[in-house]
């Protein structure tokens, strides 16, 4: 049985695939609704959006909200206020990962069936500082419910090409072993949900920041389990704030003020190193830098030169 034809039968209402039609570029912006976009969520909405538009591609917006706990309140009400004031044009519905947990539940049966994934019973007491999985559970046979799943990986390199960090590899078995792809309360995994949706939506090029770099060879290894075609990554090097760090909402980045998006935009391409777009609309300074985008501008690195609040 084809992973399509899984989804279809275990979610018959919804569509096997949800992009309207499938284009040689999709892009995406995919944010968590875990606080307020900042000025590094700007910097990858814009990367994403003139990276597709420039290739003539289509853009897409979902908000990866899976891990309901974290969900702060507002924060979704103001992403996407943040892609009306930016007058950004996503290609499609928005869509919500929590309005998604059925199709998630099917993957994970149809890699049940196919003996790929496990249960676990360890806490996160248990493992200690163990940054590696040991596979304590693998062949241990406990019953799914009620506890965490993981998949299991395989002692193989896993390598990409990335547009701006050059060529990546990983051998999961020796960098992380067997990862969760659903934790013990229920909670999809992003690694899951990022890959599902992904396919269902008809991605081909991901533009992200260089934080969610050591998470790609998951994602990849993820797609050939499930026979889904490969990706083209592309990780911004991240703006860091005055002490080093990179811009989260953990490290109390401000939220995006959009009573001064054009400025905003602006500085987010500066700091892309882009030619100047003069302050104007957001609509018609994305037009201009649509029509300047040169993605081999982009700092080298993971991390943008000076610091942003």
Not at 104 to 128: I, S
Not at 183 to 206: C, E, F, P, S
Not at 207 to 217: F, P, S
């Amino acid at each position: 049985m084809t992973v399509e034809n899984s989804l279809a039968e275990h979610a018959p209402h919804a569509q096997q695939r949800d992009h309207i039609s499938l284009t040689r570029y999709s892009g995406r912006f995919a944010p968590s609704p875990t606080g307020p976009l900042h000025f590094g969520s700007l910097i990858t909405a814009v990367a994403s959006y003139c990276d597709a538009k420039a290739q003539h591609g289509t853009w897409l917006v979902r908000i990866e909200d899976t891990d309901i706990p974290r969900i702060y309140p507002g924060s979704e009400n103001h992403i996407l206020r943040c892609i009306d004031a930016f007058q950004f044009e996503p290609d499609a519905e928005i869509i919500f990962q929590k309005d998604r947990l059925d199709l998630y539940a099917a993957v994970l049966q149809q890699l049940q069936q196919r003996d790929l994934v496990y249960a676990c019973q360890c806490t996160r007491k248990m493992l200690g500082s163990n940054h590696i999985y040991a596979g304590t559970c693998r062949n241990l046979g406990l019953n799914f419910a009620n506890q965490a799943i993981r998949v299991k990986v395989t002692d193989q390199e896993i390598c990409f090409q990335d547009r701006l960090q050059d060529k990546q590899c990983s051998n999961l078995a020796q960098d992380l072993g067997d990862f969760v792809l659903k934790r013990r309360d229920g909670i999809i995994n992003y690694q899951l949900a990022v890959v599902v949706d992904d396919y269902l939506q008809g991605i081909t090029h991901v533009v992200r920041g260089a934080d969610l770099l050591d998470n790609t060879a998951r994602q990849i290894y993820l797609g050939q389990l499930l026979g889904y075609p490969k990706l083209s990554y592309t990780h911004l090097p991240l703006a860091m704030n005055a002490q080093g760090q990179k811009l989260s909402k953990q490290n109390l980045a401000q939220a995006l003020d959009l009573a001064q998006a054009p400025k905003l935009l602006q500085a987010a391409l500066t700091a892309l190193n882009q030619a100047t777009v003069e302050l104007d609309t957001p609509a018609r300074m994305l037009t201009q830098a649509i029509q300047q985008w040169d993605l081999s501008r982009i700092p080298a690195g993971t991390a943008l030169h000076g610091y942003y609040l």
